[in-house]
């Protein structure tokens, strides 16, 4: 099994009074988003099922990554990744259809890169000590997993494939 996690791209201050769900991406967000999509997309990154949280960031930066392959795949907006801890992400993930072996989770800080150090057990150090420093906007974890059953996920189970940010992507191209 496949888990890629994905913190929402770069997000507009909120003004106030505004709700933080109604926060949109900022321009940065929408060039980044687009960029993480085009890199899953070249190296067959692509989901067969996604989970999404229903803020407003979440939401523009999965359609600004999903529009860069070459097709749509199934989305869910759960409410409760909306700002959740890395018990309510996990639970989330174990709750996703079996039978979908490459799931990507759309998401927010700190609950997603808490969540991304919960599950990981070995991979490249070098990337490990990367995500350890944290999880920035835009940033996509992908993790392996041995089975395939999403509800017998457990900690420290994963092996980290990779971890790239919109920095890194640009930084390889250069």
């Not at 999903?66 to 990744?81: G, K, S």
């Not at 609950?111 to 000590?129: K, N, W």
């Amino acid at each position: 099994m496949r888990l890629m996690l994905l913190r929402h791209a770069k997000s507009e201050k909120g003004d106030p009074g505004m709700q933080d769900r109604d926060r949109s991406l900022n321009g940065r967000g929408r060039e980044d988003a687009p960029r993480i999509g085009a890199y899953m997309a070249h190296h067959a990154l692509i989901p067969a099922a996604s989970l999404v949280s229903p803020a407003r960031r979440t939401r523009e930066t999965f359609e600004g990554v999903a529009a860069a392959w070459p097709a749509p795949c199934p989305v869910h907006y759960i409410d409760r990744l909306y700002n959740a801890t890395p018990d309510a992400i996990v639970k989330a993930i174990k709750d996703a259809d079996r039978s979908t072996q490459v799931l990507l989770v759309v998401g927010h800080n700190p609950g997603l890169h808490d969540a991304a150090r919960l599950l990981i057990a070995s991979g490249s150090v070098e990337a490990r000590e990367r995500l350890n420093e944290g999880l920035p906007t835009s940033g996509l974890a992908v993790i392996d997993f041995a089975g395939t059953d999403w509800r017998m996920l457990h900690p420290h189970s994963g092996r980290l494939e990779r971890f790239v940010t919109p920095r890194s992507i640009k930084a390889a191209a250069d």
